[in-house]
């Protein structure tokens, strides 16, 4: 979905070094969440944000942090990169929809791996 | 908390044979129930959504789901699949706004030619 873009598309890096991925979106939600795919094991949540002021650990928040800089801007870093964090990771968007339901919109995901 | 079961993890099938992708759930409260496609080298999609209402949910690309309450499940069917359907789908589980979906573990549709 263009309306969430993620940066870099694609990133090999080495064990050890910081690694910022960024995620911008233009459909005006409140809400943004990072996820990382791994074969076999399906989409993880490693964290999310209801709003600008509100971040909230996911399933596997270990090792990584994010910032909200913005309505629009959700990024995750890796402080110290190791190999069993090569992944693909999927920044996605919601909003609250009358009822309780929220449906979330993807980004086209970013191949990180780490040497 | 609610959870996903994805029962199969490969589904392959003949072009023009029909499919369903099975889903349960678990919760003990109402739910939201979502399928979502990823083609390859692609981000995640929505197929269909059921949110409340007919139990029946159309979808895009000729996909529906069922919502069965009793049977705590959400399969995902096509009566005649295309080569293109070709991906892996995804069944998701929301309760109240107050937390985000729960992702199955993926089913890998093949359509063999």
């Known amino acids: 979905d263009a309306d969430v873009t993620q940066t870099p598309r694609n990133r090999i890096t080495k064990t050890g070094k910081r690694i910022m991925l960024e995620c911008s979106q233009t459909k005006g939600h409140d809400r943004m969440y990072w996820y990382r795919q791994d074969p076999g094991l399906g989409l993880r949540l490693i964290y999310y944000s209801f709003d600008v002021k509100d971040i909230n650990k996911g399933e596997i928040s270990d090792g990584y942090s994010v910032s909200r800089q913005a309505q629009a801007k959700f990024s995750l870093s890796l402080e110290s990169a190791i190999p069993n964090q090569t992944a693909l990771y999927f920044c996605a968007t919601s909003e609250l929809l009358a009822g309780g339901a929220d449906t979330q919109y993807f980004g086209p995901g970013t191949r990180l791996t780490v040497l | 908390a609610q959870s996903v079961t994805q029962l199969d993890s490969q589904v392959p099938v003949f072009e023009e044979a029909p499919v369903e992708l099975r889903c349960n759930y678990s919760?003990?409260?109402?739910?939201?129930l979502f399928w979502y496609v990823q083609y390859p080298n692609q981000g995640l999609q929505l197929l269909l959504k059921y949110l409340s209402g007919s139990t029946l949910v159309k979808g895009i690309n000729g996909f529906e789901a069922e919502f069965n309450k009793s049977q705590t499940s959400f399969h995902l069917r096509k009566p005649s699949v295309h080569i293109s359907d070709t991906a892996e789908y995804f069944c998701a589980v929301g309760l109240s706004g107050n937390t985000p979906l729960v992702f199955g573990k993926g089913t890998r549709l093949s359509v063999i030619a």
């Open positions: 919760s003990s409260v109402s739910v939201y």
